[in-house]
T-cell receptor
């Protein structure tokens, strides 16, 4: 079992729709969780982080964390073509970030 | 805030030569910096954790004598790829913690694309 798992996609959504990206992790003791966006040929850009169970909203982005289910998700509302990228879920395990393989999101206009 | 720079952004070198990559935190002090490598269509793989004033901690399978890391100050860490070979061609990315705890987020540099011919 991989430490951090994501569906590789691609996930295709129409412009204006909600994109839902999911991530599961193996270490039950993990406390902090991060979503990064990576455009092709560029380095990752931090979108959001979440530490507590529940939802955290920042603009069009909402991160959801369920520690009991070891599940973290990212919702992108009103998706735009510029949101097309690879989204990386990262989990802080023992002071190090462990990344999932990433989900490719394509927003079609 | 929380800007991390890397230099160079890309480099081409001949097989057998060494290449140094610099990572700087521009507007904060980073006691810990991280070096990652990313091959095409793959995720980031942590190579080593660099702590200011002490030896780097390397991940399993990463040769410490080949990938030399020096964290000379709270704002600068360097990665030297020694005796580079074509299989070392990759995208090398550094990141830095903004705080001192594992709860704080990491910010990434823009990356350095290394091509070894």
């Amino acid at each position: 079992q991989k430490e951090v798992e994501q569906n590789s996609g691609p996930l295709s959504v129409p412009e204006g729709a909600i994109a839902s990206l999911n991530c599961t992790y193996s270490d039950r003791g993990s406390q902090s969780f991060f979503w990064y966006r990576q455009y092709s040929g560029k380095s990752p850009e931090l979108i959001m982080f979440i530490y507590s169970n529940g939802d955290k909203e920042d603009g069009r982005f909402t991160a959801q964390l369920n520690k009991a289910s070891q599940y973290v998700s990212l919702l992108i509302r009103d998706s735009q073509p510029s949101d097309s990228a690879t989204y990386l879920c990262a989990v802080n395990m023992f002071g190090k970030l462990v990344f999932g393989a990433g989900t490719i999101l394509r927003v079609k206009s | 805030g929380a800007v991390v720079s890397q230099h160079p952004s890309w480099v081409i070198c001949k097989s057998g030569t060494s290449v140094k990559i610099e990572c700087r935190s521009l507007d904060f002090q980073a006691t810990t910096m991280f070096w990652y490598r990313q091959f095409p269509k793959q995720s980031l793989m942590l190579m080593a954790t660099s702590n200011e004033g002490s030896k780097a901690t390397y991940e399993q399978g990463v040769e410490k004598d080949k990938f030399l890391i020096n964290h000379a100050s709270l704002t600068l860490s360097t990665l030297t790829v020694t005796s580079a070979h074509p299989e070392d061609s990759s995208f090398y990315i550094c990141s830095a913690h903004t705080g001192t705890s594992g709860m704080s987020e990491q910010y990434f540099g823009p990356g350095t694309r290394l091509t070894v011919t």
